[in-house]
């Protein structure tokens, strides 16, 4: 499966924006997907996940509340609505998909999962 991001942006702080994790060469519906980012001179980071079928979600602690993962399985596309962003935000996201469930408390390691789409940046002013 081949994996695309886009949505990303400059918005000021307070703003909102909606990535989206759009999937090719597969169906989508059969894999784990996750958010991560990694803003320059900072670890890579997990933001958040969502499980096949969309039943099961986590959220790093810094962006709960204010980020919201989802998935449409019909458009082959994962998204993740941020809201509320925050110049700490500012960073490249990317997606990553997995065919296995990971174990709930490595999510967020994103050396577990298969695929990796190209990031897209964003950039929150304050």
């Known amino acids: 499966v081949q994996l695309q991001a886009s949505g990303g942006g400059l918005v000021q702080a307070g703003g909102s924006l909606r990535l989206s994790c759009a999937a090719s060469?597969?169906?989508?519906?059969?894999?784990?997907v996750a958010w991560f980012r990694q803003a320059p001179g900072k670890e890579r980071e997990g933001v958040s996940y969502?499980?096949?079928?969309?039943?099961?979600?986590y959220y790093a602690g810094s962006v709960r509340g204010r980020f919201t993962i989802s998935r449409d399985n019909a458009k082959n596309t994962v998204y993740l609505q941020m809201n509320n962003l925050k110049p700490e935000d500012t960073a490249v996201y990317f997606c990553?998909?997995?065919?296995?469930?990971?174990?709930?408390?490595?999510?967020?390691?994103?050396?577990?999962?298969?695929?990796r789409g190209q990031g897209t940046l964003v950039t929150v002013s304050s």
């Open positions: 060469g597969s169906t989508l519906d059969s894999y784990y």
């Open positions: 969502i499980s096949s079928i969309g039943s099961t979600t």
């Open positions: 990553a998909a997995k065919k296995n469930r990971p174990l709930s408390s490595l999510w967020m390691l994103a050396s577990g999962y298969d695929y």
